[in-house]
Every structure is written in structure tokens, then in C-alpha cells.
């Protein structure tokens, strides 16, 4: 086994790990929403940092939920992950949540892990998902529920599509995944713990992903700000990114 997918299995296993905690505290009724965000986002974080740190000792992590260690910037290896991907929504007990482990190399994502607990799916860079053939109709645009991005109605307009909205990012690039959306488009501002996994694992499963001016994903900046990406099916790729770059200019 290649460095690289032992670094896939570990990405995996402790993905599949958080989501049962995760799972675990909602079990907890009694948790009001407040407290259960504030849970899910501080225990999740806590495994997944002690498993990192007890089997990569040498990397780096970067995470939504710990403090950031600038040295990173000069590492070659850094984990960046997102314990809890979607805490409004986990906090309102909804199923549109994610667990994000991805390794970013060199600035390029690499390894990824996507948990969506609520049906206890993980997606892996290592063994992604065949693509299901592409349907007929209009494609399906995946957006924020909460932020949806001002060039949304424009591109759906361009393209004869359809705006679905859903939760957390690691939910809505694996609905692309899965066959149940096309397109996964953000402007509304993003750091690099929301799609780096995502990233990593839509790539290896073929799709496109990158800014939404078409340049590459890039990580392990020193500012973690990555604002807006673009996950889709390869086929859909330039035809979007014209009508991103139309609506821009317009």
C-alpha cells in the first residue's frame, strides 16, 4: 500500500469514527440546539485530533475547530479538517451534515474523507464512487440553504437548470457524487476545512473542481480563506464556468 492510500484509510476510518460520535449526541434529546452545535463541534474535533496526532505525529493540522499553528505554511504534509461541516444543521437535528478529513500536499488535496452521518455514507478519494451515467435533463445546481450565491439565478438561467438548495458543503459535492445534482456552486465565502475533503474525493472520483474563474484549489495558505468553489461533472464544466465569467462581466 502506497503512503498516500494508507493516509486514505487512516482519512477514512477517522471520518466514519467522528460521524458515530457525532450520531451519538444527537441520540441526546435533551440537548437543546445551542449546546449540541457547540458539542458536535468540540468532541468531533477532539477524536479527530487525537487520532491525526497519535498516527501522523510528524503533519500538521489545520482545523475549523483548533487554534491555527502558522508553521504549517512551511510544511510540505498538513490535515485540514472540518469536525462538524454543517453545525446549523446538525444543531436543528437535520440530515445535511457532514465530517470533512482531507491531506493537502504541496497545496494540492490529495486525501479525502467525507462522512455524511446521517446515513452513514463515507465517501474516500481512495475507492470514490462510479459516476452514474448523466441524466437527460437540465442539470441540477446544488447551493447554500442559508447562502445561496448571487450568481446562482444567472448560471441556472444560462444553462436551463435548476436550483437546489441544501446544507453543509460536504453534503452538497457529494450529491454530485452520488447522481442527485450536476453542479455544486459557492461564492458566499468559504475556508479551506470546507472543501478540502470534498475536493480531494471529487477529484479522484473524476469530477471538476476548482475556483469559480476556473484556476485550481489551492491549500495550506496562510490565510485559510478560500471563498468560492466550483464541484461539478466534467461535462458541465465549461459551459459553467462561461456562464459564471458571462454573469461577472455582465
Known amino acids: 500500500m ?3 492510500a494508507a493516509d486514505a484509510v487512516l482519512a477514512e476510518a477517522i471520518a466514519r469514527e467522528a460521524g458515530g460520535l457525532l450520531r451519538s449526541i444527537m441520540a441526546d434529546a435533551t440537548c437543546p440546539p445551542a449546546e449540541l452545535g457547540r458539542r458536535g463541534d468540540k468532541e468531533a474535533n477532539a477524536l479527530i485530533l487525537t487520532r491525526l ?46 465530517v470533512h478529513v482531507g491531506l493537502a500536499v504541496d497545496g494540492v488535496p490529495v486525501v479525502g474523507a467525507v462522512t455524511l452521518p446521517a446515513s452513514g455514507v463515507t465517501f474516500s478519494s481512495l475507492h ?3 459516476l452514474p451515467p448523466m441524466p437527460a435533463r437540465t442539470p441540477r445546481i446544488v ?17 436551463g ?25 459557492h461564492t458566499g465565502g468559504q475556508y479551506e476545512w470546507d472543501n478540502c475533503a470534498p475536493a480531494a474525493v471529487a477529484i479522484a472520483a473524476g469530477l471538476h ?22 464541484i461539478c461533472r466534467a461535462e458541465w464544466a465549461a459551459p459553467t464556468l462561461a456562464a459564471i465569467a458571462a454573469s461577472v462581466t455582465a
Open 53 to 98: 496526532r497519535a498516527a501522523r505525529p510528524g503533519d500538521f493540522i489545520l482545523s475549523e475547530e483548533a487554534e491555527d499553528d502558522k508553521a504549517r505554511c512551511a510544511a510540505r504534509r498538513v490535515w485540514i479538517i472540518d469536525p462538524l461541516d454543517g453545525t446549523r444543521d446538525y444543531a436543528d437535528r437535520l440530515g445535511d451534515y457532514a
Open 209 to 230: 473542481a476548482s475556483r469559480i474563474d476556473g484556476t485550481p484549489l489551492a491549500y495550506n495558505c496562510a490565510d485559510p480563506l478560500l471563498p468560492d468553489v466550483l
Open 143 to 159: 447551493i447554500s440553504r442559508t447562502r445561496p450565491p448571487a450568481v446562482a439565478d444567472a448560471v441556472a438561467k444560462a444553462l
Open 161 to 185: 437548470g435548476v436550483l437546489v438548495p441544501m446544507g453543509s458543503a460536504g453534503f452538497k459535492a457529494m450529491a454530485v457524487l452520488s447522481g442527485d445534482a450536476e453542479i455544486y456552486l
Open 128 to 130: 470514490p464512487p462510479a
Open 2 to 4: 502506497s503512503d498516500l
